[in-house]
């Protein structure tokens, strides 16, 4: 087994455990009542697909398991703030805490200040987590095809839109095409090698070809320069999701704005 799969088997183990938790302390009736789940979701794609939309997804990031602390200081309301002004098309929160260091309110902050589609970048491996999503004013959720079967992608993609949010599926291979689904909104493909963690852009470029022709292609990882975002743009993918690029400056919104300015 390869570091990176140990890691997302233990996610995993985490993420049920939690869950089990959560039911326990606020079960689903009462996340329906919560305020935000009456709220209309912006929508990711009309974001993205707006004329002169810069396709950037900005992300929210205090920690990995691979880098360790990234940010330890930045505070959500500032970075997303300066996100939403520096042109971004989408903003992505962190909530996994165990792992990435999420603050409990991290995303809740995020929501009040944003008037752009947030994504929950969580690893949603129960129907009770959508449900969750919904209830914290998620936009979109993440769904990720390592960690879910064909069948689970596309019930749990069914009740994200069943409850008026869209839904991002991200791939790393070929053998993951079969995670999409009529359900799914966006693709977004890891240029990052989940064997040895090198980056291959020329990999997703070529897996994204095989997607159907009006999906929404998004790419993640190892988006580091202007140039990188422009080839990918030319080979069909309209957003870009980024967050360790702008996280590990002092002023992430500084640099999301440049960024976007060169693009």
Known sequence: MNAKQNILDKIVQQKLAEVAVAKEQMPIFQLMEQENFKRTCFSAKESITRKGA??????????SPSKGVINGTAKPQDVVKSYQVAGASMVSVLTDEVFFGAKADDFSTARKTLSIPLLRKEFIVDAYQIYQSKAMGADVILLIAAILSPQRCKDFAFIAKDLGMEVLLELHDESELKHVNRFVDLVGINNRNLKDFSVDTDRSIQLAA????DMIRVAESGLDSPEVVQKMRENGFQAFLMGEHFMKTEQPGLTCRQFISNL
């Open 54 to 63: 810069s396709g950037v997804i900005a992300e929210f990031k205090r920690q």
């Open 210 to 213: 095989k997607l159907p022709e």
